[in-house]
T-cell receptor
Framework: DGGITQSPKYLFRKEGQNVTLSCEQNLNHDAMYWYRQDPGQGLRLIYY???????QKGDIAEGYSVSREKKESFPLTVTSAQKNPTAFYLC???????????FGPGTRLTVL | GQQLNQSPQSMFIQEGEDVSMNCTSSSIFNTWLWYKQDPGEGPVLLIA?????ELTSNGRLTAQFGITRKDSFLNISASIPSDVGIYFC?????????????FGEGTQLTVNP
């Protein structure tokens, strides 16, 4: 099965703890992206990576960190510095042939 | 940063009716994309538009890339209950750091049987 997987679907953490969200793709896409979605709003770009070992800040990178050690994987860490971390997090990868982004199923993070 | 204005914010229609929604921007984009999102799921790509003036269909969906490259519309004909969801437009721009999407705030569509 080809696609993008995100795990877990639901995640609960206590305030002050760092948490890492997983994103894996087997589509052989070079570029990967992380977005945050709040209720009733569009998607906002957190970080993106065009190739392995390289990534760029998006519009709301503060309080987040990423790594891209493998082409298939682009984990996102939500740090304790992120003031309002409760949100729906979406990972995407971009096809080089169609120049379009495809999304994973998302992880809903709730910080208590 | 760039902003997309998507309208309407929500629509309530009867099954069988046609629907139209649009996005406008103050900046130009290389590509316009339309996605549909069901509750608690990731957005699914519906249509991609690559050239100014392009008109593309996907079943009952039709979308157009505006001539000025600053706008796009999506039409859904003969709506059915499974069309319910949130529709997002997204403009894509290629820069020195790679391609990025800017999203509209979405149109919530409700279809009454």
């Amino acid at each position: 099965d080809g696609g993008i997987t995100q795990s877990p679907k639901y995640l609960f953490r206590k305030e002050g703890q760092n948490v890492t969200l997983s994103c894996e793709q087997n589509l052989n896409h070079d570029a990967m992206y992380w977005y945050r979605q709040d209720p009733g709003q569009g998607l906002r770009l957190i970080y993106y990576s065009q190739i392995v070992n390289d990534f760029q800040k998006g519009d709301i990178a503060e309080g987040y960190s990423v790594s891209r050690e493998k082409k298939e994987s682009f984990p996102l860490t939500v740090t304790s510095a992120q003031k309002n971390p409760t949100a729906f997090y979406l990972c995407a990868s971009r096809s080089g042939s169609t120049d379009t982004q495809y999304f994973g199923p998302g992880t809903r993070l709730t910080v208590l | 940063g760039q902003q997309l204005n998507q309208s309407p914010q929500s629509m309530f229609i009867q099954e069988g009716e046609d629907v139209s929604m649009n996005c406008t921007s103050s900046s130009i984009f290389n590509t316009w994309l339309w996605y549909k999102q069901d509750p608690g799921e990731g957005p699914v790509l519906l249509i991609a538009l690559y050239k100014a003036g392009e008109l593309t269909s996907n079943g009952r969906l039709t979308a157009q890339f505006g001539i000025t490259r600053k706008d796009s519309f999506l039409n859904i004909s003969a709506s059915i209950p499974s069309d319910v969801g949130i529709y997002f437009c997204a403009g894509q721009l290629k820069g020195t750091s790679g391609s990025r999407l800017t999203f509209g705030e979405g149109t919530q569509l409700t279809v009454n049987p």
